[in-house]
């Protein structure tokens, strides 16, 4: 089992579309979690940075954490054909901040217009 | 700003060549820099941590004397792929971080390497 699941997708919604991404984990050390952006052949795009439990929104974005659950998510409200990308989460522990981050497996999503 | 750049963004060589990639903080001081390696379709592998002025640290199965990572400065990391396979093409992406403890990794966007 890898310690954070990410479903790959695709995820295909129409513009518009309030989308939904989801990661789990099994370490109950993480303490740091990201989301990352990647757009195809380009380095990842760091969206948003959150701190234990909660959520903390930025413009069109909405990031959760769950550590009960061991499970985070990333809402994107109206969609554009611009975020279509692969979303990456990553977490790290309460030593090491943004050093040795563990990622997901990427979802990729596709906003239609 | 943490805005990181990388050079070249995409290179083709020779088999048995050996190609130079960097890796520079442009309004920022990385103490530490991380080297990544990405196959179509799959998540980044970390191949390697540096930090400034000391030797890189390499993850297992990473061979350190085939990618040579130099952290000279506070704003720039090289990682040389010293004779070139086949096998080595894929796309490299770095990061770096600040000090800072609750910093997190800013990505490069990434360097195409195809090896004929």
């Known amino acids: 089992q890898k310690e954070v699941e990410q479903d790959p997708g695709p995820l295909s919604v129409p513009e518009g579309a309030i989308v939904s991404l989801n990661c789990t984990y099994s370490?109950?050390?993480?303490?740091?979690f990201m989301w990352y952006r990647q757009y195809s052949r380009k380095g990842p795009e760091l969206l948003m940075y959150t701190y234990s439990s909660g959520n903390k929104e930025d413009g069109r974005f909405t990031a959760q954490v769950d550590k009960s659950s061991k499970y985070i998510s990333l809402f994107i409200r109206d969609s554009q054909p611009s975020d279509s990308a692969t979303y990456l989460c990553?977490?790290?522990?309460?030593?090491?901040?943004?050093?040795?981050?563990?990622f997901g497996g990427g979802t990729r999503l596709m906003v239609k217009p | 700003g943490a805005v990181v750049s990388q050079h070249p963004s995409w290179v083709i060589c020779k088999s048995g060549t050996s190609v130079k990639i960097e890796c520079r903080s442009l309004?920022?001081?990385?103490?530490?820099m991380f080297w990544y390696r990405q196959f179509p379709k799959q998540s980044l592998m970390l191949m390697a941590t540096s930090n400034e002025g000391s030797k890189a640290t390499y993850e297992q199965g990473v061979e350190k004397d085939k990618f040579l990572i130099n952290h000279a400065s506070l704003t720039l990391s090289t990682l040389t792929v010293t004779s070139a396979h086949p096998e080595d093409s894929s796309f490299y992406i770095c990061?770096?971080?600040?000090?800072?403890?609750?910093?997190?990794?800013?990505f490069g966007p990434g360097t195409r390497l195809t090896v004929l």
């Open positions: 309004d920022f001081q990385a103490t530490t």
């Open positions: 990553a977490m790290s522990d309460y030593n090491n901040a943004g050093n040795m981050l563990t």
């Open positions: 370490n109950s050390a993480f303490q740091y």
């Open positions: 990061s770096a971080m600040s000090g800072a403890y609750t910093d997190t990794q800013y």
